[in-house]
């Protein structure tokens, strides 16, 4: 986490809307900040080798470069980066294929509206505890 212990959160989804929604949503906890966003894997990297979040919320399902494929990524370059995953297709092969990929969690896309913050705490926590 970052020197004021705000959690630093990139948010990336292919579409607008996702990213504003969970943006909104995030505004409303002082422990968390929203960084940056970005609207496929590319970006994703790039955003976070500029930005530095502690945490990626990334879509499984993306056009350009999925999620899937980012978080391994990300997880090389930044192991120590949270990757939390989500998708409208939480089927168990693609939850399974994000986990090896690196993420710490994958949240079904309509049950991340209501989990996301507790769902951030949990890996932040796990972080913590790892570290201590």
Known sequence: MSPDNKVRVLIVDDHFIVRQTFRCILKHYPNIEVVGEASDGDEAIACTGRFQPSVVLMDMNMKKMDGITAARLIK??????????????????NVYAMQQAGAFEVLQKEDAMKDLYAAIQRGVAAIQSNVA
Request: a negative charge.
């Open 76 to 93: 090389t370059q930044y192991p120590h980066v949270l990757v939390l995953g989500f998708s409208a297709d939480t089927q168990n092969y």
